[in-house]
């Protein structure tokens, strides 16, 4: 098993299957940690590490592929481990490094005989198991780590059945981490268990759950762990020393059934004052667990902020519990209720009324691939008519086999609330959603008086019919449009349709960053001309200064020209005043044009300045000397610049 760990020290490279070659960096693999301390293991390679990207704790594995042993090290930050997110600095393993200084100290500490129980290993992933690696000496390893934060065992790409040896190097090795008192962060990941071996599991690790006083964050996603694994689980924490420690549960595709989901839920509103996440999406939980559920979400003791519950059995009656611990809470954020088909439209129009909360803090809510229709989509606009908190909304495929399920009278009743002044709404997540033109003209009409929604996601909704993009992209030109983000991806948008869209641009050449029209096959280079022509209008220094600085990105494609991207790559400048200079520059003087006649009836006062901004960057020489050459009367004459210098004149007889 490979585990690529996160030193605060020394990393080293396996250069081959004899030799160790010590550098300085960040990452290393757990067997040779191990090796160090005098065990013998079989130094074997991924020739794939998956990547780890936790911005919580700013910890990443690269992904990137290994020849022969060689790891490339990431230095990332690493300190704290709270619920926050934290920056990731990756630094590269190319730079230059003298390392002769430290030779001698590293050789002294790979030494057998030296104790590095207290190495700085703060993170390790394992994603591999190779066949003679000795999972009893990486669990001691992993168990008598004092400064391990954050363990991550991700088995997707791991051999699971009864003759591959994982499940034992995998129970060996959770002996070992049984022990272990230091981990916050402890993530399983596609470890396709058995029945057997997932309650083998749970058993061993029951003294990990229940004394580790520093575990705030438990990921177990995609283990199969079943009912009674659950029970296990919840009974193991209900015994738990430090309840309050524990902010995050994450048990994701794991089998829950009603019944066990609602004994965990029922052991996590008990001590378990400090949980903020909890997510069980992918299960099968009903009524009994969302009545559990329900007691959480009305305690007043609750802390929850993010609940994820998408893809159960939950209906009607379900999210009528739901709703009405809702009504009441005032610190949930966060709620995903994605791929719940089996609630009704008379269950949304219930679940309607919690949005209607004032004290409510929900701000994030995903309904997305769910069976809203008509009925349920008009009592849901009603209920964001006069919500003042929710920032994010999920809508994307509400559909039935791409038929659509909301008409454009749902859709105006939900695009509606868009108008009301107070509407706290910045994100639109619209995507595979069936609208029609309809839809999309009641989303025009309340866009055009909206200044809260930054990002806009229409992709493939390609029942939308050329006029309909048409009156859309008018409505960009709108001062109230606040659109910074906007997503058009597999709309069969044509040139004719990026003609108007260029005309609008003209108008709205401050707002909008980012416009992904990817996987629209019928744009050509005609097209593309016109958004070019936006950023950059040629006509002269003027249209060129009053062209769109601020459109960064089309989306991730390769069909866009070389001199359009260009144009994409300036306008990622922060300073748009030195967009502007630079397009001016490459595009108005290239080639040494100077463009003398810009100048000819500029006034005095004002042409040292242009002057000078010519010249701003120091490396436009060539540019002022043909500038200054086709305008003689501003250079000094002999005389003057020989009085200026020093010399005598000659006396005029």
């Known amino acids: 098993m490979i585990l690529q760990e996160r030193s605060g020290d020394v990393g080293m490279i396996m250069d081959s299957a004899d030799d160790i070659m010590c550098r300085t960096t960040k990452t290393r693999r757990v067997d040779e940690c191990i090796e160090r301390r005098g065990v013998a293991l079989p130094r074997q390679v991924s020739a794939d590490i998956n990547e780890w990207d936790d911005q919580e704790s700013g910890i990443l594995v690269s992904g990137s592929s290994m020849n022969d042993g060689d790891i490339k090290s990431e230095e990332l930050s690493n300190e704290g481990f709270s619920d926050e997110e934290f920056s990731d600095e990756a630094y590269s393993d190319d730079e230059s490094t003298d390392y002769d200084d430290e030779e001698e100290e590293l050789n002294e500490a790979m030494s057998p005989q030296t104790d590095h129980t207290d190495c700085n290993v703060t993170s390790i992933v394992v994603d591999f198991v190779s066949d003679n690696m000795n999972g009893q000496e990486a669990g001691r390893y992993i168990g008598e780590n004092p400064r391990l934060k954050k363990l991550a065992i991700t088995g997707g790409s791991m051999e699971w059945d009864g003759d591959s040896g994982t499940l034992e190097w995998f129970s060996k090795l959770c002996t070992g981490l049984a022990h272990n008192k230091s981990i916050g962060h ?295 449009v606040a659109l910074e983000e906007v997503s058009l991806r597999g709309n069969n948008i044509t040139d004719e349709e990026m003609a108007h869209l260029s005309r609008s641009l003209h ?68 300073n748009k005043k030195d967009v502007s200079r630079e397009k001016i520059l490459q595009y108005h003087f290239q080639d040494g044009k100077t463009n003398i006649q810009e100048f000819v009836d500029m006034n005095s006062n004002v042409l040292h300045h242009a002057i000078s901004w010519i010249c701003t960057n120091g490396t436009d020489h060539t540019l002022l000397y043909n500038f200054l050459r086709s305008l003689p009367s501003l250079v000094p004459s002999d005389n003057i610049i020989a009085k200026a210098s020093g010399a005598k004149r000659k006396r005029l007889s």
């Open 186 to 480: 402890l993530s399983l990941e596609e470890c396709n268990l058995n029945e057997k071996a997932a309650m083998t599991t749970i058993t061993t690790l029951s003294p990990f759950f229940e004394l580790n006083v520093n575990l705030h964050r438990l990921e177990i996603v995609s283990c199969n762990l079943g009912d009674e694994t659950i029970r296990m689980l919840a009974s193991a924490l209900s015994r738990r020393e430090n309840k309050g420690s524990l902010q995050r549960v994450i048990l994701d595709a794991n089998g829950i059934g009603d019944e066990s989901g609602s004994e965990l839920v029922h052991t996590l509103n008990h001590g378990y004052d400090n949980l903020t996440h909890l997510s069980l999406g992918d299960n099968e939980l009903g009524s009994k667990a969302c009545t559990a559920l329900g007691d959480m979400l009305s305690s007043p003791n609750t802390k929850l902020k993010s609940l994820d519950v998408e893809n159960n059995q939950i209906d009607d009656g379900c999210i009528t519990v739901l709703t009405n611990a809702l009504s009441s809470n005032t610190v949930l954020n966060e709620l995903r209720l994605s791929f719940n088909c089996s609630i009704t439209q008379a269950g949304w129009t219930t679940f309607s009324t919690c949005l209607q909360n004032l004290d409510s803090s929900l701000k994030i809510l995903d309904l997305s691939s769910t069976h809203i229709a008509d009925e349920g989509a008009i009592a849901l606009g009603h209920g964001l008519m006069n919500n003042k908190t929710l920032t994010t909304l999920s809508c994307h495929d509400i559909s039935a086999d791409g038929m659509p399920l909301i008409t454009s009278r749902g859709w105006r009743s939900i695009f509606g609330s868009l108008q009301n002044k107070t509407s706290a709404l910045g994100m639109i997540d619209l995507r595979y959603s069936s609208i029609d033109e309809g839809g999309l003209s009641a989303l025009t009409n309340a866009l055009a008086g909206n200044s809260a929604v930054k990002m806009l996601d229409l992709s493939y909704n390609k029942q939308i019919p050329a006029a309909g993009w048409r009156s859309f992209f008018a409505c960009l030109e709108h001062p109230d």
């Open 507 to 574: 108008v709205n050449n401050g707002r909008l960053e980012s416009l992904d029209l990817g996987d629209n096959s019928s744009l050509t280079d005609v097209g593309w001309a016109h958004i070019s022509r936006v950023l950059c209008d040629r006509s002269n220094a003027m249209t060129i200064f009053s062209s769109n600085h601020t459109l960064s990105s089309l989306g991730d494609q390769n069909a866009i020209p070389a001199d359009l991207d260009d144009l994409l790559q300036l306008n990622q400048t922060g």
